[in-house]
T-cell receptor
Framework: LAKTTQPISMDSYEGQEVNITCSHN???????ITWYQQFPSQGPRFIIQ???TKVTNEVASLFIPADRKSSTLSLPRVSLSDTAVYYC????????????FGTGTKLQVIP | DAGVIQSPRHEVTEMGQEVTLRCKPI?????LFWYRQTMMRGLELLIY????????DSGMPEDRFSAKMPNASFSTLKIQPSEPRDSAVYFC???????????????FGEGSRLTVL
């Protein structure tokens, strides 16, 4: 399983764009990159998933360079409610999925 | 669908007692996962099932922990005997089988907060 590395914590002011980068140097050919968000006292919630280039949904964008050894989660114009822990996961499709979480990045949005 | 349902939400027990946590996955999901979360160790995968069959239990910390999935709509995680270091939030999650297009979104329950005195 590919190991991921991401910053332990980040601070951002309200209204700013936040970019959280995740390193996954040992990503395999079939691996997908997935990001989850976890609020205090809740279970993680799926945000976005991608394989290459760029993926965008109503919540975030995910940028994946050609070598796929890293990825960046972009949150546009964050608000206080975006304060949470963000997890980057790498896993494969088409077979049994063993989904493991790393330490995550604790994002604190400041008013 | 009501989502993944876990019970109890909170459990306080004394050391040595048996603890049983319950989970009802989303109907139609092939996979069920049990996670444990603590401040020190983060979110740990304990065991996961595919079509009611345990696939990987390498994350189960000790023989005191056991998990079963007697049918597609119910799973239990049991700790016997419980110890103070088992205090944590236990999450259950379910997902569909991954396809060639994605790895399958995990849907988590609200968790069961266990305190062992």
């Amino acid at each position: 399983l590919a190991k991921t590395t991401q910053p332990i914590s980040m601070d951002s002011y309200e209204g700013q764009e936040v970019n959280i980068t995740c390193s996954h140097n040992n990503i395999a050919t079939n691996d997908y990159i997935t990001w989850y968000q976890q609020f205090p006292s809740q279970g993680p919630r799926f945000i976005i998933q991608g394989y290459k280039t760029k993926v965008t949904n109503e919540v975030a964008s995910l940028f994946i360079p050609a070598d796929r050894k890293s990825s960046t989660l972009s949150l546009p114009r964050v608000s206080l409610s975006d304060t949470a822990v963000y997890y980057c996961l790498v896993g494969y499709s088409g077979g049994y999925q063993k989904v493991t979480f790393g330490t995550g990045t604790k994002l604190q949005v400041i008013p | 669908d009501a989502g993944v349902i876990q019970s109890p939400r909170h459990e306080v027990t004394e050391m040595g007692q048996e603890v049983t946590l319950r989970c009802k996955p989303i109907s139609g999901h092939d996979y069920l996962f049990w996670y444990r979360q603590t401040m020190m160790r983060g979110l740990e995968l304990l065991i996961y099932f595919n079509n009611n069959v345990p696939i990987d239990d390498s994350g189960m910390p000790e023989d005191r922990f056991s998990a079963k999935m007697p049918n597609a709509s119910f799973s239990t995680l049991k700790i016997q005997p419980s110890e103070p270091r088992d205090s944590a939030v236990y999450f259950c999650a379910s997902s569909l089988h991954p396809t060639r297009q994605d790895t399958g979104e995990l849907f988590f329950g609200e968790g069961s907060r266990l305190t062992v005195l």
